[in-house]
């Protein structure tokens, strides 16, 4: 159905038609219409009298469909003019009577229709009722269901490519911005991880730590990735999880006797794809809300399953005593607000972020349908 929506549009556009092609549609569908409406006359007309009559609902049908359609309508919608779209209406409306009351007074000067006939009598009606017919419900109702017949189809045609057009066209912009959106939140991942590990590998080197060179080493591995895989739509799951033991063993360099760090994964995650960095702030601040300045030994427990295309990614970590006397939410930074809306973009209905938060625990709990991904937003 899509596809055929696009071939219309792409035909016959809303916009950007040339002007040739907009004339030999057009031609086309009053050829048409002449055609139907000269095979649909009742019988005992004679071929010239067909082709007359033919022409006449032709006509007719040009002045019913083209003065609302293109100038009345649109002005509709404006409030300066609204009313000049009225008068236009009106104005349609006389000419195509003043129209069949030329052709019907033609008819039956030269009896074209069958004489005594229920036709006739309906022609002879509507020309005895002259120009104050025009002002009679029954002739306005009439006349109403007869441009009903004699428009609907050109009409369908006009509007159903404005709703095609208004349909595709937003749906392209919802998509530009939402690509823009997830762009803007995958940029900020960057500097909000760089600025992270800078603050540490800085307390290393002010307190002496003899590993802070190492420390920046491993930095410089983790940015090579950032920088040659965070802007690709998807990578290899087994590529993040390499990444994120390569964090971990860059926090564990940091200070392998504050948090006791254990990271399990299981099932087949060889031929899986992931957005790049979806779960790394997760970590972060894990990292962030266990660290302790005292005595007290923080614990995060990282556990990847992957069952099918379906991982569900489970990261808890005690709370440290600053986080725990300043009241701090753990789920409340930026980083895990970014993450949030990338996975809405993502991984729209085929994701489950749950957060579950106690005096000394915080856990998230994320599944994620690794098939499902929206790469029009990635």
């Given at each position: 159905?899509?596809?055929?929506?696009?071939?219309?549009?792409?035909?016959?556009?809303?916009?950007?038609?040339?002007?040739?092609?907009?004339?030999?549609?057009?031609?086309?569908?009053?050829?048409?219409?002449?055609?139907?409406?000269?095979?649909?006359?009742?019988?005992?007309?004679?071929?010239?009298?067909?082709?007359?009559?033919?022409?006449?609902?032709?006509?007719?049908?040009?002045?019913?469909?083209?003065?609302?359609?293109?100038?009345?309508?649109?002005?509709?919608?404006?409030?300066?003019?609204?009313?000049?779209?009225?008068?236009?209406?009106?104005?349609?409306?006389?000419?195509?009577?003043?129209?069949?009351?030329?052709?019907?007074?033609?008819?039956?000067?030269?009896?074209?229709?069958?004489?005594?006939?229920?036709?006739?009598?309906?022609?002879?009606?509507?020309?005895?009722?002259?120009?104050?017919?025009?002002?009679?419900?029954?002739?306005?109702?009439?006349?109403?269901?007869?441009?009903?017949?004699?428009?609907?189809?050109?009409?369908?045609?006009?509007?159903?490519?404005?709703?095609?057009?208004?349909?595709?066209?937003?749906?392209?912009?919802?998509?530009?911005?939402?690509?823009?959106e997830v762009d803007y939140l995958r940029s900020q991942i960057n500097p909000h991880f760089l600025l992270n590990t800078i603050n540490n590998i800085y307390s290393q080197i002010i307190t002496n730590d003899n590993t802070a060179p190492d420390s920046i080493i491993a930095l410089s591995d983790l940015m090579k990735y950032?920088?040659?895989?965070?802007?690709?739509?998807?990578?290899?799951?087994?590529?993040?999880?390499?990444?994120?033991?390569?964090?971990?063993?860059?926090?564990?360099?940091?200070?392998?006797?504050?948090?006791?760090?254990?990271?399990?994964?299981?099932?087949?995650?060889?031929?899986?794809?992931?957005?790049?960095?979806?779960?790394?702030?997760?970590?972060?601040?894990?990292?962030?809300?266990?660290?302790?300045?005292?005595?007290?030994?923080?614990?995060?427990?990282?556990?990847?399953?992957?069952?099918?295309?379906?991982?569900?990614?489970?990261?808890?970590?005690?709370?440290?005593?600053?986080?725990?006397?300043?009241?701090?939410?753990?789920?409340?930074?930026?980083?895990?607000?970014?993450?949030?809306?990338?996975?809405?973009?993502?991984?729209?209905?085929?994701?489950?972020?749950?957060?579950?938060?106690?005096d000394d625990y915080f856990t998230v709990n994320l599944t994620i349908n690794l098939n499902k991904i929206n790469l029009q937003h990635a």
């Amino acid at each position: 159905m899509q596809k055929l929506m696009d071939w219309y549009l792409r035909f016959y556009p809303t916009v950007g038609t040339p002007p040739s092609r907009r004339v030999k549609i057009h031609i086309c569908y009053w050829l048409f219409y002449f055609v139907f409406s000269y095979f649909s006359l009742i019988n005992g007309l004679t071929p010239v009298d067909r082709i007359f009559i033919s022409l006449h609902l032709v006509l007719l049908g040009v002045i019913l469909y083209y003065i609302p359609a293109y100038f009345a309508f649109p002005l509709l919608f404006t409030k300066k003019q609204f009313y000049i779209g009225i008068l236009l209406f009106v104005l349609t409306y006389v000419l195509q009577h003043l129209e069949k009351l030329g052709f019907n007074t033609f008819i039956l000067k030269y009896n074209i229709h069958p004489p005594n006939g229920f036709t006739n009598e309906n022609v002879q009606e509507f020309v005895d009722a002259g120009l104050q017919g025009m002002l009679g419900p029954k002739n306005i109702f009439r006349e109403i269901y007869f441009a009903s017949q004699a428009i609907m189809i050109p009409f369908f045609l006009k509007f159903s490519r404005m709703l095609l057009y208004n349909s595709v066209n937003n749906k392209k912009i919802m998509l530009e911005k939402n690509k823009v959106e997830v762009d803007y939140l995958r940029s900020q991942i960057n500097p909000h991880f760089l600025l992270n590990t800078i603050n540490n590998i800085y307390s290393q080197i002010i307190t002496n730590d003899n590993t802070a060179p190492d420390s920046i080493i491993a930095l410089s591995d983790l940015m090579k990735y950032l920088l040659h895989k965070a802007k690709e739509p998807s990578i290899s799951l087994e590529q993040e999880i390499n990444f994120i033991e390569s964090y971990l063993s860059w926090e564990k360099l940091k200070d392998s006797q504050k948090n006791n760090i254990h990271f399990s994964k299981t099932g087949n995650y060889q031929n899986l794809q992931i957005a790049p960095l979806i779960l790394i702030n997760f970590i972060e601040n894990a990292f962030k809300h266990a660290d302790s300045n005292e005595s007290k030994v923080g614990n995060i427990d990282i556990q990847m399953i992957v069952k099918d295309d379906i991982l569900e990614f489970i990261i808890e970590n005690t709370k440290s005593n600053d986080t725990i006397n300043s009241g701090q939410k753990s789920k409340g930074g930026l980083g895990l607000k970014n993450v949030a809306q990338r996975l809405n973009l993502l991984y729209p209905q085929n994701h489950q972020l749950l957060f579950k938060e106690t005096d000394d625990y915080f856990t998230v709990n994320l599944t994620i349908n690794l098939n499902k991904i929206n790469l029009q937003h990635a």
